[in-house]
């Protein structure tokens, strides 16, 4: 019994082995007759002959092989391979706090007033002069506070920052 079985499969591959050889020779056989009755259209109507589409697609599939370019993406295998990562830069220092301008004025002197004994200042500014009190405004952002160690406080009000003049006298 197993003998029988070993000959029906090799009857089976035999039988297959033939229908396939036979195939392959069929389809062949089916090309070449196509083949041949094209050129012979060509040759009965004396036109240049029609190139074979099959033929001229592979052409062109081998031309595009070979006019392969590197692109940007491709990658070298060879490169050299750093891990190093840059530290991320340090956020920008807040700008300096601001800071009243420097004093414009110049002593000229000082007075007591006649009424009650307040005292007034005088100062030069280019060709203004000013003569204030204790706690009079003047010249648009100033204040004046008064006299303390030989020096003139005077407040700039947009920051109300109080600044020193000297007068060069030690009261």
């Known amino acids: 019994m197993s003998m029988n079985r070993d000959r029906l499969r090799q009857f089976i ?8 050889v036979g195939a392959a020779l069929w389809v062949r056989s089916q090309q070449n007759a196509e083949g041949n009755s094209v050129v012979t259209a060509v040759t009965r109507e004396n036109a240049k002959p ?6 001229e697609s592979q052409r062109l599939a081998l031309e595009r092989l070979n006019q392969r370019t590197t692109e940007a993406t491709d990658i070298d295998p060879f490169r050299a391979k750093s891990w190093y990562v840059p530290l991320p830069e340090a956020p920008p220092a807040p700008p300096p ?3 009243a301008p420097p004093l414009p004025f110049q002593y000229s002197g000082k007075s007591e007033d006649a009424d009650g004994g307040n005292m007034i200042v005088y100062l030069a500014m280019g060709n203004e002069s000013f ?5 009079e405004k003047f ?4 204040q004046f506070e008064g006299i303390e160690k030989g020096k003139l406080v005077i407040l700039y009000l ?14």
């Open 13 to 20: 591959l035999i039988l297959g082995l033939v229908v396939s």
């Open 50 to 55: 029609v190139p074979d589409a099959r033929a």
């Open 97 to 99: 706090k601001p800071t």
């Open 131 to 135: 003569a204030v009190k204790p706690g």
């Open 139 to 142: 010249a648009g952002v100033y």
């Open 158 to 171: 947009p920051l109300s920052e109080k600044q020193r003049l000297s007068i060069g006298l030690i009261e």
